[in-house]
C-alpha cells in the first residue's frame, strides 16, 4: 500500500504561482510513474503532468505545458507541481497519483493510488 498526501494548494490571483508537493509514504519503491491530475466542478478528472521513476522523463497536458514543472525527490519519496502563470480555468481539485509501471500513460485508471487532494482557485 501506498499512501499519498498533497499540500500546497490555495488562492491566488491570475497570473501568480503555487508549487504543490505530495508526499508518499509505504510502499514507496513501487512509485515509478508520480502523476497530478486535477478535477473542476461539474468536470471530469483530466491529466496534468507526470514524471517517470528517475525524473528524466516527463510528459504534460497541452493546456499546462511550458507554465508547470513537475519533478521529484526521490530520497524524500515527493513529488512537486510547480505551477506559475496561473490563469481561473486552473482552478481545481488537484491529486497526486502513483503508478505501479515504468511508462507514463494519461488516464487515470492507469494509476494505482491517490491522495485525497488539495484545492487551487486563480481569481481573475
Known amino acids: 500500500q501506498v499512501q499519498l498526501v498533497e499540500s500546497g494548494g490555495g488562492l491566488v490571483q491570475a497570473g501568480g504561482s503555487l508549487r504543490l508537493s505530495c508526499a508518499a509514504s509505504?510502499?514507496?519503491?513501487?512509485?515509478?510513474?508520480m502523476g497530478w491530475f486535477r478535477q473542476a466542478p461539474g468536470k471530469e478528472r483530466e491529466f496534468v503532468a507526470a514524471?517517470?521513476?528517475?525524473?528524466?522523463?516527463?510528459s504534460y497536458a497541452d493546456s499546462v505545458k511550458g507554465r508547470f514543472t513537475i519533478s521529484r525527490d526521490n530520497a524524500k519519496n515527493t513529488v512537486f507541481l510547480q505551477m506559475n502563470s496561473l490563469k481561473p480555468e486552473d482552478t481545481a481539485v488537484y491529486y497526486c497519483?502513483?503508478?505501479?509501471?515504468?511508462?507514463?500513460?494519461?488516464?487515470?485508471?492507469?494509476?494505482?493510488?491517490w491522495g485525497q487532494g488539495t484545492q487551487v482557485t486563480v481569481s481573475s
Open positions: 497519483a502513483s503508478r505501479r509501471y515504468y511508462n507514463i500513460l494519461r488516464v487515470s485508471t492507469a494509476y494505482d493510488y
Open positions: 514524471i517517470g521513476r528517475s525524473g528524466g522523463i516527463t
Open positions: 509505504g510502499r514507496t519503491d513501487s512509485n515509478y510513474v
